[in-house]
């Protein structure tokens, strides 16, 4: 090992020119990697400093539609110092008669347990909330006053009660605890917001209480305590561990697809590694038979290289790390005050470790193959020029299946969903067999299409059929990174017209809420008023009602045994309907409908995927607490619900006998256009002004808006791989540099002009560009297509312009790649190179 060491620092000194392609995918992919990991970590070390401040305290207890009992606050005040705040919407309304919906929050004097809420225009929170000459006032969202032309003390109304706007509300420390809002948000006094009243029985309003802990207490047990001591009670219940719901999910799924195309663009760049090692080795060939000819043994030769290759990969993954952990504190620095999530950018070893061993593993699954032909040639073919193509199975061989397997594992064991894991890696492996295997035949089918063609194009067509063709090594790289990049192209483009065209056409414009059960008549002539007489498809009014499924058989839920994905109908209150009868479109998958004049048992319609994720069917029994009582249902039919459809879009409806007498609040929804919602909304004013509109067009843009800057940012990560490709490909044009410059010389001593050399070159690598290209396209629509379709449930699109674009840009690429290798062949003089060759 001494002498193997001795002797591979000697070739190192000599320069590392050949492996300037192998340091670069390397490190472009552990740079990848690292990057995604590090700012995935970053996000959530800064979520874990900022628990308290985000929940609003250690533990947060909410009811929707009700207010804490008497009881329930003696139990919190017993653990600590509380919080109470309740939540509504409610319409905003001007003198001028603009109206918005907005968020409305109310507190009480010791809101905010844990951090500082942050004004302008007033000295502090509890100021500005304080009444003046008997008007409340309000901190409200710049864009309240911006949507209705106000300014800091101007009046508005809220559900007829004036309150006046003193103070911009900049930002709340629990503000990403609470969650998407439907509109700029309004802070209150509690005693306001009740004296407006947005809190009676039958709203769509909620309660929160946040507690702060003694130092010793476990905020789990509270909450494990509180839920003992009131069964029956319908709390949501969350901890400092959870404070911002769904962002820790959210950030784990960005990392691993982040992550997911690091190692796609280290997979990619694997031909680059090996193809240089290739390179590199068939530089050195007189040197290892030299040396085998004076009696060194093949595994002696493998470790000579071994060690130059270690080395060079560790150089290489040491950059990737370098720039993968810089890249993180550059966002940081350029973009830590437009972050939705706050951050902590700093150097994290767990991620960057993780990287680097993303990285020797992928070094050794590329680089071990291309050694054990170099241990396994005898001295004879290395004076030939010639290295082994198939290495007999050895320990090289056996380390490259290992470390390829190692690969797998650690992708897999590193993702938040195993099943999606092997799916894309299955997918990604397929995938490269499939190029690699299109590679082949492209090659061959060169070699038979050349004899059919003459002067420039055959030549090009004959180096892509020959041994060095870059048809081989090059299309599965340049493939895998179109692929990856049509497959995100697609998904977003599919679902902006989900929001930007579908949606629009399909689901409702505008929504109602909170309108009295018992002038829904009036409500009714009011919208046909606005709308002229709207059909059945353009308006559709519905009771509301919220429940919850308590028992299953006659036995109490247990959540355990529900499919996860499927729980969100068992473990939380729901929004019930009751109809009369079968609406249109129902969407019944089985069962049948109760008539108009049903008057029986009580029975619901259940959502399918719900439902059979518990093992229900028709015929059996549910128990719902609805309206303070429990009924016992039967299930009669089972539905498949379009959720962003128009119609009854609730996950379980009820026979309207069964709520006979409840007088519910109603919800309906329409389609409108721009000036229908206008002349709704005025009109509503008069006699509906605490009827809630939501503008589901605007909700819509904003959805469109943040998916495309975030999709954008995911293509430009994607490019990643595609950079992979393109470096394989330059390493491939680097690697027969000088056997085509050998070419060019002989071509040019036999009278072949610069044309001619120059276009077989381009028709050479433009046919690779175009070849990889549009498998490239084929897989990643074949990829896109499920996720659409199947995962988000949405209309299939394709967006032609850029898959046209993509496939022409690739082509083009690898032609000026090629064009670019025959101006350096063509610019030697042919005498050397012919003196060299002979040599």
Known sequence: MRIALRFAARELRSGVAGFRIFLACLALGVAAIAAAGSTAEAFRQGLSSQAREILGGDVIFTVEQRRFTADERDV??????????????????????????????????????????????????????????????????????????????????????????????????????????LGPRVLLRASTVERASLLGEGGLFGESVRLVLPLDSEPKAVIAAVRQRFPDASFEARDRSEAAAGAGRLIDQLEYFLGFIGLASLVAGGLGVAGAVSAYLDERKRSIATLKALGAEGAFVRDVYLIQIGALAALGILIGIIVGAATPLVIGRLAADSLPVPALFAIYPQPLARAAIFGVLAAAAFSLWPLAKARTTPPSAMFRQELATRPRIGIEAIGAIVAGIGLATLAVLSAPSRLAALAMIGGTIVAFFALWGLGLASAALAGRLRGLTRGAVRLGLANLSGPRSAARTASPAIGLGVALLTTIILIQSSLLAQIGEVAPRTAPSMVFTEIPGD???????????????????????????????????????????????????????????????????????????????????PLIAFE????????????????????????????????????????ANFAVILNSAAVEGANPRHVAIARASPAQEETVTRALARDFGAVNVISVREQLEQAATLFDRLALAIRGAAAVASGSGVLVLVGAIAAGARLRAREAATLKVLGGTRRQILTAYLVEYGLVGAIAGTAGVALGTAAAWPVVTLVFDAAWRVDWISLFTLIGGTTALAAVGGGVAGLVALSRRPASILRRSLS
């Open 519 to 601: 002038r829904v008549a009036e409500f009714d002539a009011v919208i046909a008023r606005s709308m002229n007489e709207p059909a059945a498809d353009r308006y559709t009014r519905l009771p509301l009602i919220t429940g919850r499924i308590t028992r299953i058989h006659g036995r109490p839920v247990d959540i355990e045994t529900i499919d996860r994905d499927e729980r969100w109908a068992f473990d939380q209150d729901l929004i019930l309907s009751a109809l009369d009868g079968e609406p249109v479109p129902s969407g019944t998958t089985a069962g049948r409908w109760w008539t108009a004049d049903y008057a029986g048992p």
């Open 608 to 647: 399918q995927d719900a439902a059979r994720a518990a093992g229900l069917g028709v015929g059996d029994t549910v128990t719902l607490q609805v309206l303070g009582r429990e009924i016992d249902a039967r299930i009669a039919v089972l539905r498949e619900i379009d959720w962003g459809g128009f119609g």
């Open 76 to 181: 919190f005040s017993a653990f600590g110092p509380t919080a109470y705040s309740v939540r509504a919407n409610a319409m905003a309304e001007t003198s001028a008669g603009l109206r918005r919906l907005v968020d409305v929050r109310g507190v009480g004097d010791e809101y905010p347990l844990v951090g500082d809420v942050v004004v302008a225009g007033a000295p502090s929170l509890a100021l500005a909330l304080m009444p003046q000459a008997g008007v409340p006032g309000a901190a409200v969202e710049q864009a309240l006053l911006d949507r209705l032309g106000l300014r800091l003390g101007d009046q508005f109304v809220i559900n007829r009660m004036p309150v006046v706007a003193r103070a911009v509300l900049v930002s709340e420390p629990d503000r990403l605890g609470r969650g998407f809002a």
